[in-house]
């Protein structure tokens, strides 16, 4: 298994430009989220999704919008990037259940906004 | 959820333990405790978890207090690659609402 996969690694981008981050998973996860980090902090959530069709509002879900057609794909998208996006964004998937809690994180994408 | 304290930074000799500190006061009877770490510029890795019974895996070991408000994550011969930020989070099994990751120590392993 791939596990979690991410695409692009890194990306730079100019004030309001829009992009889409890929996220993958080949668990069969009915769980997956977005979280972002930014420097020296922890882990904010964005959006999280409990099954195909469904997402719902994390923290910070502001300038972002999620959709979930698949099992398998959590695309997130930024339509008017603002510098204050700038940060690296994770994605995870998890089953339900009694192991909910164990999210499998992706590498990472690591977004500049210029 | 119930909150979570942890020290900001721990420093650990190769070889030896690297004990771990969580406070958790407010933690409900159906709450897990959960160890997460995070490898610099990687994503966050699952370690361990537990409820009330001390627990052990190829990882660590996490060891709960008896009233449950207090956990240490138990890192038995800490390695240069340990050298990482841990997160303590205190979560149910029910609900929808995901983990919520606080600030963690970040634990530097020194040869």
């Known amino acids: 298994n791939a596990g979690v996969t991410q695409t692009p690694k890194f990306r730079i981008l100019k004030i309001g430009q829009s992009m889409t981050l890929q996220c993958a998973q080949d668990m069969n996860h009915n769980y997956m989220y977005w979280y972002r980090q930014d420097p020296g902090m922890g882990l904010k959530l964005i959006y999280y999704?409990?099954?195909?069709?469904?997402?719902d509002k994390g923290e910070v879900p502001n300038g972002y919008n999620v959709s979930r057609s698949t099992t398998e794909d959590f695309p997130l998208r930024l339509e008017l990037a603002a510098p204050s996006q700038t940060s690296v964004y994770f994605c995870?998937?998890?089953?339900?259940?009694?192991?909910?809690?164990?999210?499998?994180f992706g590498p990472g994408t690591r977004l500049t906004v210029l | 959820d119930a909150k979570t304290t942890q020290p900001t930074s721990m420093d650990c000799a190769e070889g030896r333990a690297a004990n771990l500190p969580c406070n958790h006061s407010t933690i409900s009877g159906n709450e897990y405790v959960y160890w997460y770490r995070q490898i610099h510029s990687q994503g966050p890795q699952y370690i361990i978890h537990g409820l009330k019974n001390n627990e052990t895996n190829e990882m660590a070991s996490l060891i709960i207090t008896e009233d449950r408000k207090s956990s240490t994550l138990i890192l038995p011969h800490a390695t240069l690659r340990d050298t990482a930020v841990y997160y303590c989070?205190?979560?149910?099994?029910?609900?929808?609402?995901?983990?919520?990751f606080g600030k963690g120590t970040r634990l530097s392993v020194i040869a």
């Open positions: 999704s409990v099954g195909a069709g469904i997402t």
């Open positions: 995870a998937s998890s089953r339900q259940g009694a192991r909910l809690n164990e999210q499998f």
């Open positions: 989070i205190v979560r149910s099994l029910s609900g929808n609402t995901p983990l919520v």
